[in-house]
């Protein structure tokens, strides 16, 4: 089994930054992608941005040029790095992991909020 931890979500203001950090622990030597979604209030979950254990990367429309993902390998962990927020950024945003690079996420964590205010 593998257990995801997020942190680093909070307030911030429009145009502001936040990173957000995700650990997995357990059977972490069998991921192989990790990535974010997010789901704000009233609206469908939304994938936000992925990187594979070679450090490929992809990012939603909505995302991309603004936000930034990274992977420590050596740590089991990934981060977001998000800039140039907005409001319509706040959601709950979940930390996911999968054993491969293709198919459905094995593993999700509990989330955390992000809220940008305007």
């Known amino acids: 089994q593998v257990q995801l931890g997020e942190s680093g979500g909070g307030l911030v203001q429009a145009g502001g930054s936040l990173r957000l950090s995700c650990a997995a622990s357990?059977?972490?030597?069998?991921?192989?992608?990790m990535g974010w979604y997010r789901q704000a209030p009233g609206k469908q979950r939304e994938w936000v941005a992925a990187?594979?254990?070679?450090?490929?990367?992809n990012y939603a429309d909505s995302v991309k040029d603004r936000f930034t993902i990274a992977r420590d390998n050596t740590k089991n962990t990934i981060y977001l790095q998000m800039d140039s927020l907005k409001p319509e950024d706040t959601a709950v945003y979940y930390c996911?992991?999968?054993?491969?690079?293709?198919?459905?996420?094995?593993?999700w964590g509990q989330g955390t909020q992000v809220t940008v205010s305007s």
């Open positions: 996911v992991a999968k054993r491969t690079a293709v198919g459905i996420y094995n593993y």
């Open positions: 990187i594979t254990r070679d450090g490929s990367a």
């Open positions: 357990g059977s972490s030597f069998s991921i192989n992608t």
